[in-house]
């Protein structure tokens, strides 16, 4: 039987690089984002729905979502967002679904599920033996996006406001990384649940 974990956090809290230890210490991680980019980038079976739901304005020249453009808009229309999400979380489970089989199949010990917004679907929250929450102050997470990505505090602070909140996320974790500290800690954290997991798995 499958044994899967699935890995949030909010936007900056250090998801990434939970899952590349976890795949570095065996687990197959299959990651949501990921998927959608790849669904939303030149050629990405997402664009023709996306292109006659939305038209031209959310999309590059080079063909590939606007991810600026469709942030904007589904900021200020709830319904918007609503019919994007209609276009692409089926796709995405279901490719999700398809890696899943496959990294099992060539003998992956346990599957690592990354999905930022694990906690706001709660058809995903049933398909996972356990949550586990990266977890770091809110300033410590608009720092981070910052640096790495250019975009303004304010904005990052609204896109942090259209996740769960802090509470909402803790709330609903099995297991919790505290990732305040540096990289070596996060490690540490991630290297005892994955002997955890691998008990866990042999149990279920």
């Known amino acids: 039987m499958a044994f899967i974990v699935g890995l ?5 809290s250090g998801k990434s690089a939970a899952a ?19 669904l939303t980038r030149p050629g990405g079976a997402a664009i023709g729905p996306i292109r006659a739901a939305f038209g031209n304005g959310v999309i590059t020249p ?14 200020r229309d709830a319904e918007a967002k609503g019919r994007l999400e209609a276009i692409l979380h089926p796709m995405i489970r279901a490719e999700t679904d398809r890696r899943a089989r496959a990294a099992l199949a060539a003998g992956a010990s346990y599957i690592v599920l990354v999905v930022p917004l694990l906690v706001e679907s709660g058809s995903y929250r049933r398909r996972v033996n356990r949550v586990a929450v990266v977890d ?24 942090m406001a259209a996740q769960a909140s802090r509470a909402r996320r803790l709330e609903a974790a099995d297991d919790v990384i505290d990732n ?3 990289l070596a800690a996060l490690r ?11 008990e866990l798995r042999e149990l279920s």
């Open 8 to 12: 949030t956090g909010g936007i900056g």
């Open 20 to 38: 590349e230890r976890f795949a570095e210490l065996g687990a197959a991680v299959v990651d949501t984002d990921a998927i959608a980019h790849e």
């Open 62 to 75: 080079e063909g590939a979502l606007d991810r600026g453009a469709m942030r904007r808009l589904v900021f």
């Open 136 to 159: 770091c102050g809110e300033e410590t997470q608009v720092r981070r996006v910052v640096a790495r990505s250019g975009l303004a505090p304010e904005e990052v602070r609204a896109i």
């Open 180 to 182: 305040e500290g540096d």
């Open 188 to 198: 540490a954290q991630v290297d005892a649940l994955h002997r955890k997991y691998l």
